[in-house]
């Protein structure tokens, strides 16, 4: 699952970062703390393919699909 996969309202852990990404988007996304074993929490997804708005611990982001599909999760315990 990836991050653009999540529900609103739901939480889950990051698994991994996407090779793929440029390495300025993926340095970018370590400094704001997307790391594996983050946990993650989905407060709204907005219509129309809009931006994913996710919290990530005190901190509110707003993510396109673009690198929101490049972001793995896997299920909070």
């Known amino acids: 699952m ?3 996969d999540i529900k609103a309202k ?3 852990l990051i698994d991994a970062i996407s090779s793929t990404l440029s390495p ?3 340095g970018r996304l370590s400094e704001m703390g997307f790391n594996p074993g983050q946990p993650i929490f989905c ?3 907005s219509p129309m393919q809009g931006p ?3 919290q990530l611990g005190d ?8 690198v ?3 972001i793995s999760l896997s299920q909070a315990s």
Request: with cysteine; net charge positive.
């Open 52 to 54: 994913l708005v996710v």
């Open 2 to 4: 990836t991050l653009w």
């Open 68 to 70: 929101a599909n490049q």
């Open 43 to 45: 407060i709204r997804r």
């Open 24 to 26: 300025a988007v993926a």
């Open 10 to 12: 739901h939480n889950a």
């Open 59 to 66: 901190c509110v982001y707003s993510l396109e699909r673009d």
